[in-house]
Nanobody, 122 residues
Framework: VQLQASGGGLVQAGGSLRLSCATS????????MGWFRQAPGKDREFVAR????????RYADSVKGRFTIFRDNAKNTMYLQMNSLKPEDTAVYYC????????????????WGQGTQVTVSS
């Protein structure tokens, strides 16, 4: 499956952005999906994940209450709605996919998109 992340940009603190992760070449509804981010000089970190049918989600503590992950299986696309953005949210955001019927470690994903830059100014 191929993943294409988009929707990043420059926004002021307190603003909002919506990221999209469009997929192709696979059966979208068979994948659990996740968002990760990597700031300059830091390791990639988990942001949020959603299971194949959208029923269950999980968030990093740093984004709880501000970010919402959701998906539209009819459009083969996952989203990340980011509100109340902070300068510390500045990073390249990556989407990942993994098979919903396989066992993985917490942050292990099979497929990755190319990333989209989010910059939050203070």
């Amino acid at each position: 499956v191929q993943l294409q992340a988009s929707g990043g940009g420059l926004v002021q603190a307190g603003g909002s952005l919506r990221l999209s992760c469009a997929t192709s070449g696979g059966t979208f509804s068979s994948y659990d999906m996740g968002w990760f981010r990597q700031a300059p000089g830091k390791d990639r970190e988990f942001v949020a994940r959603i299971i194949w049918n959208g029923v269950s989600t999980r968030y990093a503590d740093s984004v709880k209450g501000r970010f919402t992950i959701f998906r539209d299986n009819a459009k083969n696309t996952m989203y990340l709605q980011m509100n109340s953005l902070k300068p510390e949210d500045t990073a390249v955001y990556y989407c990942g996919a993994r098979y919903s019927d396989r066992y993985y470690s917490a942050y292990e994903y099979d497929f990755w998109g190319q990333g989209t830059q989010v910059t939050v100014s203070s």
